[in-house]
């Protein structure tokens, strides 16, 4: 029974995949068999597509603006999000249920509904088409979902650890650093996950930061550089197995 499961599990990655490996084998197919079948498989493999991307479009440097808004939005909510959990968690915070519940509510308001006014405040602050604009954005979107992850995974952590390093002559932050912080790894490894991926797919207000004339330039991320050519192009598979990367 667990042979036939493990099949499953199997086919069933393979299927959830083949779109994954097709557009790699495409990206790695010449110019003069894209459209072709038969063959299914490449009579010569060429890297002339890569070459494209790498030489003549801005893919790579979209994936580097992805990376760093990605790691920059990453590092920001854990570090807001750590403080303002451990503070709903460890300290007698008034009302502890409804103050979650608002702060986990602030999430179901449509990205729809704030772009306007994101984008109007970005343009007054003369932030558009910046990194900073976008890691500003992004960090307030994931904030939320760190700080109630966070606090869940803190609540399980006994504070009567805490209370015996204090005992034993140990302060408040040194308790933290070397009590708490261990014992919450898997906590911080899953919110940190959670808020690169939502920062790297990001699309709507990375789109909306850069104006048409400006599109694909130096600040705009992978998703909306794709999104922002309206064409397909053989050029374009290796940027988009690029793009898909970190998901995967």
């Known amino acids: 029974m667990a042979t036939l499961r493990d099949w499953a599990v199997l086919a069933l990655f393979l299927a959830y995949a083949t779109p ?26 060429t890297w002339e597509h890569y070459r494209v991307v790498l030489d003549q479009s801005v893919m790579l440097r979209a994936l580097i603006n992805s990376l760093g808004v990605g790691a920059i939005t990453t590092a920001l909510a854990l570090c807001l999000g750590l403080f303002g959990a451990y503070g709903i968690a460890r300290y007698p915070v008034p009302g502890k249920g409804l103050l979650l519940l608002l702060i986990v ?24 088409d910046t990194w900073l604009a976008l890691i500003l954005a992004n ?63 990001e699309f709507l207000f990375a789109g909306a930061t850069s104006p048409p004339p400006r599109c694909s330039r130096a600040y705009r991320p992978s998703p909306s550089s794709l999104g922002c050519s309206a064409t397909w192009s053989a050029g374009s598979s290796p940027g988009r197995c690029g793009s898909r990367r970190p998901p995967v």
């Open 20 to 45: 994954f490996f097709w557009q790699l084998l495409t990206s790695l197919k010449p110019e003069a068999e894209l459209m072709v079948l038969p063959p299914l498989l490449p009579t010569r493999l």
């Open 105 to 128: 509510g602030g999430t179901a308001f449509p990205q729809i509904a704030t772009v306007s006014p994101l984008y109007l405040l970005m343009r007054a602050l003369e932030l558009r």
């Open 139 to 201: 960090t307030s979107f994931a904030l939320p979902l760190v700080i109630w992850l966070l606090t869940g995974f803190l609540q399980e952590i006994p504070a009567q650890l805490e209370e015996a390093a204090s005992v034993d002559g140990a302060s408040r932050p040194r308790a933290f650093r070397w009590i708490v912080l261990p014992l919450l790894a898997p906590g911080l490894a899953s919110a940190a996950l959670l808020t690169f991926l939502f920062s790297w797919n």
